[in-house]
């Protein structure tokens, strides 16, 4: 007899219902997220997913987004280093054509008219190279140096003015980011001027607002900040901070406030009135009696560096207060009251010749190294005042290159209290050395001549020229290699011989003085007005001195009783642009030496352009294999993430096949389920 099974009723209906549904929501939401993964080609959706892997990825895009930009910058620094390429490469065919011309012109008889020609010739290759040196890159101006948004090179007043910043631009170039992908004032085309040097030790000393960061330190290692230690008398250690500190002042005031905690908590005097101050270069502390003695922390060096603890230990007492020299450099913020190289006298005026015009510079209310830095590039005069390495003095750079008469030179003004002097940047001083005459060619004397006949040395042989007096009497000078150190050397020598021969002719040494102009620049050789007639120089034996020195070019001054010479000590840019003007201008007045020299010149100055077309080679390949390592290692990172977070099309496939069946069976089961039976019918 068949049977109903009871155990399927009617209340468990809605149970199996709910059953069934939550399989097959289950069973949609696996075919929806697979759905979202066939569509979208990821494996990882979300980074709930997996975190582990999730991490991984976010890193790996991390990094291929960084390869991605440094790939493109990369680009930008090849672009930028072929265009500097051609640039030179172009630069470096003019220099060959103008070396031909000169040639030339050398090794044939001089032809005025043909000469002028070739300066013609020449002045079309200095405006080619006027427009290959403010050539554009994808970065901007290729010899703009670390400004490369602005136009380096200028025409100004028949002169060609760099304005562009010393070094290069540097980018983010991965292992490649030490390539300069400009150039700057420190190449051939663009280089700034030779400078006048400054030649005294402005020796600052300290003030409260003297950053620490301006110091030299006792150590010359600069100074460091920190923990120190200190004891008075052998006393207990105390400890002071001075991480905080950033000027002189704030060391002073930290160092005073920690002392003085010190007296308090151990019933001590230590301080005199003077307290903790400065002197000099040097921290001073006032300690009326006792020792009171700095240490440093172990691996520390911040007492050391300013120069409160010693090796061996010193102490600061009655005898000693001042701690060691902390060598402050000169920055733009250094008062003038504190340059004491200048031996507290005040500055007044000065004169700036530039690109051919005369400045006076009055530096009478200037109080600080910034006011001086104003002062001088005021008014386009064309040049920078940079601060010297060692922070002890500064230099003044001519921007422009132009012909000899747009040189620069720094003299002083009548009654201005001699200030190109007193801040060591006149441009002919008595300590000017004589190598950077003429350009850096110094000054020609014969030397070392003999006899033919005995072998002998000459004396006759060997005079560089002769100085005539007004009178006749002639002073022979012969000048040897010791003597060509600088303007006071020099002088001495000429003085020395002429004291000589007056002396052997019974004449008084007073007949002639040999003396650094003032307030212009110049050599004076100065007769006594009693002689009569004018001073004269005429050179002897071939000898180049007299013409060196500026002496066959010279002016007579005070009724012919002074001759003083042309100033050849001016400070000249040493760039292709000046060789270029020398040779058209040399070649104008029909000058074969000046031809010769300018060839020279041009021929120094293209082996600096070939060595600087080499190093942007380098670079250039240097960049060209980081890109290589760039795009290898992105490739391998790609690879990588791929593996981690993207979607296996086949797998997922088949589990989408899988799932859809699974889906057709719950729904027929769930179907099935439903179906009515005789017990639904009972009453």
Known sequence: MSSFPTAYGRSPTIMMSQLSISRINSTNVALGRLNQQLSSGLDLLRPSDD??????????????????????????????????????????????????????????????????GQALVIDSLVDSLFGISNRQSIVGYIFGGTAPGHQPVSFVNGGYQFTGERGGLYASLGDASDIPITLGADNAIGALSSRVEGTIDLDPVLTGNTLLSELNGARSVGVSTGNIQFSFNGGPTATIDLSSADTVGDITDLVEAAILQYESDNSVSILGPGGVSFSGGSLSIDVPSNDLTFTDISGSSVAADLGLATTPATAFNSGNALGGDLDPRLSWTTPISAMSGLGGAALDQLTLTSNGATYTVDLSAATTMADIRSAFEAGNTGVRVELDEGGQSFNVVTETAGVRGQAMSIAEVGGGNDTATLLGVRSLSSDTLIDDFNDGRGVGIVTGRTDPLTGVLEPALNVDFNITLGDGFVIPIDLSPSDMVDVSSVLNAINTQADAALTAASRPTTDFTASLSTPENGLDFSQDPGLGGSIGVKADNGSQAAVDLGLLDGSLISSGNTLRSEDRAKVRVDNLF??????????????????????????????????????????????????????????????????????????????????????????????????????????
């Open 51 to 116: 975190p582990v892997r999730s991490a991984t990825v976010s890193m790996l895009d991390r990094r291929i987004s960084l390869s991605e930009q440094l790939v493109e910058n990369l680009g930008y620094a090849q672009n930028s280093l072929d265009t500097l390429d051609l640039g030179l490469g172009e630069a470096k065919s003019l220099i060959d054509e103008a070396l031909s011309i000169a040639s030339d012109q050398l090794s044939t008889p001089s032809d005025p008219q043909s000469r002028s």
């Open 578 to 683: 000046t060789h270029l003007l020398d040779l058209a201008e040399a070649l104008r007045n029909d000058d074969t030496i000046g031809i010769q020299l300018a060839s020279e010149k041009l021929e120094s100055s293209l082996e600096d352009l070939i060595q600087s077309r080499s190093r942007v080679g380098g670079y250039a390949r240097r960049i060209d294999n980081e890109i290589v390592r760039q795009e290898d290692h992105q490739v391998a990172d790609i690879g990588m993430r791929s593996t981690l977070r993207d979607l296996d099309f086949a797998s997922a496939s088949a589990t989408f096949a899988q799932l859809q069946l699974q889906l057709q069976a719950g729904l027929s089961v769930a179907a099935q389920s439903q179906q009515l039976t005789l017990l639904d019918f009972l009453g």
